[in-house]
């Protein structure tokens, strides 16, 4: 046995959010039916969303829509990330006062 045997090389790549510092609180976190049955469905740990969300990584939203978020940050307003998951869009939710952060799907809302 060689030493590239008991060294093997990562299959992935470190997620790049676990080393940004969390930009807001979660506050309590809850889910819809449909989003914990979506995550289900593709084997998807919610946290690694959360992390996401939490980091500044708001997903598919756009540009404008980034600007917004980053102003809710600093100025305590609701936050919104997008998610596509295989065919279908995951929301996440931070509400305003931090007390609260949603997963769901839109036609949930």
């Known amino acids: 046995m060689n030493s590239k045997d008991n060294n093997p090389e990562p299959?992935?790549?470190?997620?790049?959010?676990r080393s940004k510092p969390p930009l807001f609180p979660?506050?309590?976190?809850?889910?819809?039916?449909?989003?914990?049955?979506?995550?289900?469905?593709?084997?998807?740990?919610?946290?690694?969303?959360?992390?996401?969300?939490?980091?500044?990584?708001f997903g598919t939203v756009c540009a404008g829509d980034t600007e917004e978020?980053?102003?809710?940050?600093?100025?305590?307003?609701?936050i919104l990330s997008v998610y596509d998951v295989g065919r279908e869009r995951l929301w996440?939710?931070?509400?305003?006062?931090?007390?609260?952060?949603?997963?769901l799907l839109p036609s949930e809302y």
């Open 69 to 78: 978020n980053m102003a809710a940050i600093k100025f305590g307003s609701r």
């Open 11 to 17: 299959t992935s790549s470190p997620d790049s959010t």
């Open 26 to 57: 979660l506050g309590s976190m809850v889910a819809t039916p449909g989003a914990l049955d979506l995550l289900d469905r593709h084997g998807i740990n919610a946290a690694s969303h959360l992390a996401r969300h939490q980091s500044g990584d």
């Open 92 to 103: 996440i939710i931070t509400e305003a006062d931090r007390s609260v952060t949603t997963l």
